[in-house]
Structures are given as C-alpha cells and as structure tokens.
C-alpha cells in the first residue's frame, strides 16, 4: 500500500567558506546528523563525507556522492557563512528538491575563532538562489544548533515527497468534463510548470479497455476483497462483479501507461453516459484506488486529483475528494452544535460526494445507488457508491487550481469533521473551519476556485503551504482570523 509516492532520502552537504575554519562544518554537521539520529533513527538521512564544499570541484564531488547514495533530496547545511557560489550551484545542479539551513552560534565562549557568521552567509544564499532562479526551502527561521536543524530537516520531509512525486507524477484523464460542467475545466499549462505530465484519453477508449477484462481470471479474488472491506455495507453484491472488473481495468492501464512516470492519479468520467454504457457508477472503485494510494478524482477533474496527490504525499495516507456542499441548517447548529462546540454557524458546511471517499474514512461505509442520477436514469445502472458519513477528526481542506487565464492559486485551510450525524445521504461530513464564511466568500468565490476541495485527514496546512510556495503559486489564500481582513472585505 502506498508505493504510488516517494521515499525520501536528504543527502546533508556542508559546506564552508575557504576563510573560515573547515571544522566547524565538519563538527557541526556530524553533531546535526548525530541529532537527528537520536530523536527520528537512520533511514531518512545521508551525510555526504566526501569533502565539505568550499569550491566548485568540491560541489562536483558532493554532488556524485549523493546522487550515488541514491538521495532524491539535499540539504544544503551552512556550517559557516558558506561559499555563496559553490553552494548555490549544487542546489542548481541537484535535480530533486532542496533546502537551506545554517548553523547557530554555540556558545557566548567561542565568539572568536570559532565564530561561523552562518546567519549572515544564509542571506547572501538567498540572494544567489534568486539571481540563478533555483527554487529551494527554507525554514521560516532557517538558523539553528544541531537538535534545531535536525528538526528542520525533518519537517523538510513531507514538503520534499510531495515535490518529488510532483517531478515523478503523471496524471491519467479519461473524457472531457461533462457538459454544464465548466468549473473544473482549466488549462493543462500550468501542469507542465509543475513538472506533472498528463496523458488525456477518450472514454471510449477507457470503455473498450472494460469490455475486453470480461471474465478477467483476477475477477473473484477482487470482488472476495471487495466483500471483506464491504463487511454488513455489503448492499448492492450484485454490481460487485462489474466493479472488479472496471478496478482491474485501471490498474492495468496504470501500469501499461505509467511510460517512464514513477507515479500515477487519475482523473475520471463518472456521468452523464457513463452509467447506462457501464451500468453501474464508480465511486467504490475510485474510492478502493485512493485508499491504495492512487487518488482518483471524479468528473475528469485534473486540478482536483493533482491536489489529491500532494495530500497523499505529505499525509502517507488516504485523501478524499469532496463538494464544498450545502450549508448546515440552523436548527441542526442549534441542536448539535451551538454551545457544544466553538464554531460560529457561518464557520460550518458540509463536504459532500456520492461516494468516492475511502472506506477507512467513512463510518459504517455502505454500498448504495446515487440518488441523485437515479432521479433521472434505472436505479440499477446507479449501483456503485460508498455512503456514510465522514469519520470526525482534524482535516485540512486545500486545493492546487490553474485559473482561466492560466496562472496558479491555491488555498489551504485547517478545521475538523464534528461528530454530528448528517442525516443525509453520499460520503458526507459536517465540516467546521474557523471563519470559514468570510473564507467561502473573500478567497473561494474571490479567486474562482471550483467546488470541489481535497481533503487531507489531519492538519497539514504548513506543510502544503510550503510546497504551494516552492511551486511559485502566485496567492496561496487561507482562512484569515477576523482580525486580519482580506483586501477585497467591505470595512463597513
């Protein structure tokens, strides 16, 4: 399970500035790697012993050492003011993602000669990181003794999984969004900017794929898997054969269309036609494929399953895919939460889908018709989606958008599913976020973000509001407190 992200490995580099003592980057760094050792273990970290970078040789040298050691990450370790030069260029010419630290002074009793200056050299760092265009992480206070750092590093772990799935990810589309559907339909540009490849496809070809794993021998040992996850939700055991048959459809074309792509999210068709040629809807599967580690999205929404991925990068775990839905009635806020909980009614809403959340996420998950397209369509050809309602807990709602004209937002938001019963039917939860009203109106509305949110389960909103800053989004919105308004709020 979840072998469709990284494994990060930080290959440590120190380096020094040819007029200041070598070995406080030696000892420094052997005391930053001994801490981080002892507080998180082995396994995450390489320290480079070939040389400390003082030189552009020295940069060639460090920069074979760790890509030899198999890292896909640097940081880039200030034991001194560094060779502002040198140093940027590995950064440069290191391909995966990268962050700088720099070394605290220790102690008030060797200010003299073993005084490093590394708070004055990060500044000249960053000045050169700009001047040669190279993107790299930096902590909000990047300065720190080895237990500071060492911690730094290791916050630096989920921001660098999520760039280096980013840098190794191609999403697989099936269909053009369905008519009357424009709000998840944006250009594929900023794609491409992200390092994200995509591959578009007809769902015809998607279909022909289908029909061809009829009788597929894998068949039953996935329905058996499907029963055993199901449990007493097991309603609908008569669509299970076809659902099988579509899951072993994906997954063979994940791995016949990965090309030289190390991990996949899909973006697929799931209405007006696909019910009645498929005859059945397929949430389930979507939803078995992101609790693999392969976010699918719904309604052939791209942007929406590229912001599943980097959920499922940073979290190590199952995202889901939801409407920013419905408001709560205020006799439910009276009832359930008012008093109960701090949340104003305009901080709460619920997130909704027909099914497409993975059943380790949903309470009593149920296999159910959608019905809302059986309002319309057989409810036989509806079979096929997981309801109940959304586990509580800490969540983070977050989206990664290209607009219209092309350019790249984002916003990242903190809050909770409260155990309140929905008394309604899909994936559905009853969401609350601090000042999530003036957030709905001044950021969402604001921006043109479409309906459809990610949802990580936990809070990770530094972290992605770190990558969204490495990517170069150019407004990354959040849910500012009430007393920080947003530039387009009336005063009033």
């Not at 200030?78 to 030069?85: H, Q």
Request: net charge negative; hydrophobic share 40%.
């Amino acid at each position: 399970m979840f072998n469709n992200i990284p494994k990060v490995k930080v290959g440590i580099v120190a380096v020094s500035r040819d007029c200041f003592p070598e070995s406080l980057s030696v000892n420094r760094r052997r005391a930053l790697v001994e801490a981080y050792e002892a507080k998180y273990g082995k396994g995450d970290i390489y320290e480079c012993p070939v040389c400390i970078v003082e030189s552009e040789l020295h940069m060639v040298q460090a920069l074979e050492d760790i890509k030899k050691a198999g890292c896909n990450a640097l940081c880039v370790y200030l034991g001194n003011f560094g060779p502002e030069i040198s140093e940027t260029l590995l950064a440069k010419h290191f391909e995966g993602p990268k962050m700088f630290v720099a070394a605290a002074e220790e102690t008030q009793n060797k200010l003299v000669g073993d005084r490093g200056d590394a708070y004055c050299g990060m500044l000249n760092a960053s000045y050169n990181l700009k001047l040669r265009n190279v993107k790299a992480y930096i902590p909000e206070y990047p300065v720190g003794d080895a237990e500071d750092c060492a911690d730094m590093i290791h916050e630096f772990l989920p921001i660098a999984r999520a760039i280096d799935g980013l840098n190794n990810l191609k999403i697989i589309s099936f269909g053009p969004r369905p008519t009357n559907f424009l709000a998840c339909n944006a250009p594929i540009k900023q794609l491409y900017n992200c390092n994200v490849e995509i591959e578009e496809n007809s769902e015809l070809d998607l279909y022909e794929s289908f029909l061809k794993h009829a009788n597929d021998e894998r068949i039953p040992a996935t329905v058996a898997d499907m029963e055993k996850e199901l449990g007493v939700g097991n309603k609908k055991p008569e669509i299970l054969a076809k659902l099988a048959q579509y899951e072993l459809t994906l997954l063979d074309w994940v791995e016949a269309h990965r090309g030289y792509r190390k991990y996949v999210c899909i973006a697929g068709k799931c209405w007006p036609a696909f019910q009645t040629m498929f005859g059945f809807v397929p949430c389930y599967v979507n939803s078995r494929l992101t609790g693999m580690g392969i976010p699918v999205s719904c309604e052939v929404d791209i942007y929406g399953a590229l912001s599943e991925f980097i959920g499922t990068c940073i979290s190590q775990d199952a995202v889901t895919l939801l409407d920013i839905n419905n408001s709560v009635p205020k006799d439910m806020y009276r009832e359930s939460i008012q008093g109960t909980f701090d949340y104003k009614h305009t901080d709460t809403f619920m997130g909704f889908h027909c099914g497409n959340t993975c059943s380790k996420k949903v309470c009593n998950p149920t296999m159910k018709y959608q019905m809302i397209m059986a309002r319309s369509l057989p409810v036989e050809v509806t079979n096929g989606t997981l309801e109940g309602d959304i586990i509580p807990g800490e969540i983070t709602f977050y989206r990664l958008q290209s607009t219209a004209d092309g350019r790249l937002y984002s916003y990242v938001a903190e809050g909770e599913v409260l155990p309140v019963a929905t008394r309604s039917f899909g994936a559905i939860g009853v969401f609350a976020i601090k000042e999530m009203g003036r957030f709905y109106r001044h950021v969402l509305i604001e921006n043109g973000f479409p309906h459809h949110g990610a949802v990580a389960f936990g809070h990770y909103g530094k972290a992605l509001f770190e990558v969204f800053k490495y990517l170069g989004v150019e407004k990354i919105g959040y849910n500012q407190p009430a007393s920080l308004p947003y530039a387009t709020e009336n005063p009033f």
